[in-house]
């Protein structure tokens, strides 16, 4: 059982917009920024957005983030079949037993 | 550019140990740290631990506290990730990734290990 809550699985058709949600506590999400994590069928996670709504390099526009008190939220608009992927959100976790925690992920079907 | 580079893959006997290393490229190691994340086979991502590649400081998961031991190279700027008294539920893709601290994001990954527990 995952630390931070993530819906298993949502889907869209081309061309339109996702949301992901991820809840977590004060003592995750609530207090330390919100990282998520794209993971394509067969490879390694590839970071897509770091404190809260940061896009590192290369990572188009159509991917954004946001975070409300004890939740963050992964938009993405646009949606192209090659975006089929586990999505997995990531954080601190600075209770006694401080560490990294991640959500179960979430799978996007672009139907 | 960035590269984490790992060891391939493992099979192992229940009670045994194994060591997976990570070479990085394209940076200078010792200004950041590395993260060990495994993922079960059809399961997420669980954290394992982070080791400082500047001063071999760690912090390691919980429940996993007296099996596992991180360590870095800085000669040939390779980490290491070492699990002993493996069990079957140890069975998994092993990642290491780039972190500055403990608290950032992990910005790169290696291209992970399958370790296979299995008598």
């Known amino acids: 059982q995952s630390v931070l809550t993530q819906p298993p699985s949502v889907s869209a058709a081309p061309g339109q917009k996702v949301t992901i949600s991820c809840s977590g506590s004060?003592?995750?999400?609530?207090?330390?920024?919100v990282s998520w994590y794209q993971q394509l069928p067969g490879t390694a996670p590839k970071l897509l957005i770091y404190?809260?709504?940061k896009r590192p390099s290369g990572i188009p526009d159509r991917f954004s983030g946001s975070k409300s008190g004890t939740s963050a939220t992964l938009g993405i608009t646009g949606l192209q079949t090659g975006d089929e992927a586990d999505y997995y959100c990531?954080?601190?976790?600075?209770?006694?037993?401080?560490?990294?925690?991640f959500g179960g992920g979430t799978k996007l079907t672009v139907l | 550019q960035v590269q984490l580079v790992q060891s391939g893959a493992e099979v192992k006997k229940p009670g045994a140990s194994v060591k997976v290393s990570c070479k990085a490229s394209?940076?200078?190691?010792?200004?950041?740290?590395i993260s060990w994340v495994r993922q079960a086979p059809g399961q997420g991502l669980e954290w394992m631990g982070w080791?400082?590649?500047?001063?071999?400081?760690?912090n390691y998961a919980q429940k996993l506290q007296g099996r596992v031991t991180m360590t870095t190279d800085t000669s040939t700027s390779t980490a290491y990730m070492e699990l002993r008294s493996l069990r079957s539920d140890d069975t998994a893709v092993y990642y290491c990734?780039?972190?500055?601290?403990?608290?950032?994001?992990?910005?790169?990954w290696g291209q992970g290990t399958l370790v296979t527990v299995s008598s």
């Open positions: 990734a780039r972190q500055k601290l403990e608290y950032h994001p992990l910005d790169y």
């Open positions: 394209g940076y200078t190691f010792t200004s950041y740290g």
């Open positions: 080791i400082s590649a500047y001063n071999g400081n760690t």
């Open positions: 004060s003592s995750n999400i609530g207090n330390n920024y």
């Open positions: 404190e809260n709504n």
């Open positions: 990531g954080t601190w976790d600075s209770s006694l037993s401080a560490g990294g925690v």
